[in-house]
């Protein structure tokens, strides 16, 4: 599939193998798992980050390749139930974060052309991705202002 906002194909990535349950090796207790999600989300971890460090890390030496097989639960499920979830999702904050540097960037540098562009960019990004979420995960009257956005970061 075609890049959204330039002009070359898009790069083929991997694939997870298919898998229905988790590897022999990994044999950590569903409980301890979710407690280590819990703990790293109290830290400061996104969920995507979480992920990461139970790959590399794991718990109690061993590492988990997908909480998901281990756990039968997504991280972002096991934040809700409990009561660790972002208010909102972590791409929409990333691109949210992005877009609050690059108007701060504007404001000190009003002739970067490219910078410019990469601000509308991202900015249609949000839009399409508050459509997407909306009613869900965020409220039915929620829209992206740059000066809102700049509030919920902070």
Partial sequence: MARMHSRRRGSSGSDRPAADEPPEWSDVD???IEERVVELAEAGHDPSQIGLELRDGGVQGTPIPDVKLATGRKVTEILEDHG????????LRNLMERAVRLRDHMDDNPGDAQ???ALQNTESKIRRLVDYYRG????????YEYDEAKELLE
């Fill in 30 to 32: 569903t409980e301890a």
């Fill in 84 to 91: 660790a979830a972002a208010d909102l999702p972590e791409d």
């Fill in 115 to 117: 910078n410019k562009r």
């Fill in 136 to 143: 869900d995960e965020l409220d039915e009257a929620f829209t």
